[in-house]
């Protein structure tokens, strides 16, 4: 079957930095995506990999390796409004995107 | 300023009772998707269209229905509410690029007594 694993909740402090993995198994790969959720509202897009390397974008930088089927987002000087879940997602061999439950992110001041 | 919206955004309704979740778009995008979002879990996909005419069922869509007649608007139907619906259900749609990201609406938080 396909699967995603990524923490269920991870807390950090204000100003600080955090990695969130995400490990995959699934069938094929054509992409993974990081969203953002916070609580009540809609997923919004933060990055998308499909070769392996870092992307950076801001204080956002999301990680991938293909041949250990891991991803990382690392989020750098933390704000208090990046309290929120952090959903990873991977386009497999069918294009049809297979979600992780995603991270519940806990900033503390 | 959201591009894509979704109606109601909260629903009470009692058992029995059929139901439309409304969902438009104002992008022009080809892709649009429902998905049933539990708190802590994943989405999962109910239906999707590519395009006008076009309607694919995902892996929870036994007891609903969807239309594509307009770009811009994509309808979810339940024949029959039952309390197993109650749920939040996500509208997203994307360009026609695989690789292209999902844009979502606010969402539709249903509850069924």
């Known amino acids: 079957g396909q699967n995603i694993d990524q923490p269920t909740e991870m807390t950090a402090t204000e100003g600080a930095i955090v990695q969130i993995n995400c490990t995959y198994q699934?069938?094929?790969?054509?992409?993974l995506f990081w969203y953002q959720q916070h609580a009540g509202e809609a997923p919004t897009f933060l990055s998308y990999?499909?070769l392996d390397g870092l992307e950076e974008k801001g204080r956002f930088s999301s990680f991938l390796s293909r041949s250990k089927g891991y991803s990382y987002l690392l989020l750098k000087e933390l704000q208090m409004k990046d309290s929120a879940s952090y959903l990873c997602?991977?386009?497999?061999?069918?294009?049809?995107?297979?979600w992780g439950a995603g991270t519940k992110l806990i900033i503390k001041p | 300023e959201a591009d894509i919206y979704q109606t109601p955004r909260y629903l009470v309704i009692g058992t029995g009772k059929k139901i439309t979740l409304e969902c438009s778009q104002t992008?022009?995008?080809?892709?649009m998707y429902w998905y049933q979002q539990d708190p802590g879990m994943e989405l999962h996909l109910i239906h999707y269209?590519?395009?006008?005419?076009?309607?694919e069922k995902g892996d929870l869509s036994s007891e609903s229905t969807v239309s594509r007649i307009r770009t811009e608007h994509f309808p979810l139907t339940l024949e029959s509410a039952r309390p197993s619906h109650t749920s939040q259900y996500l509208c997203?749609?994307?360009?026609?690029?695989?690789?292209?990201?999902?844009?979502f609406g606010n969402g539709t938080r249903l509850t069924v007594t």
């Open positions: 997203a749609s994307s360009e026609s690029d695989q690789s292209s990201p999902l844009h």
């Open positions: 992008m022009g995008h080809d892709k």
């Open positions: 269209s590519y395009g006008v005419n076009s309607t």
């Open positions: 699934t069938s094929g790969f054509n992409g």
């Open positions: 990999n499909v």
């Open positions: 997602a991977v386009l497999d061999s069918n294009y049809q995107l297979i």
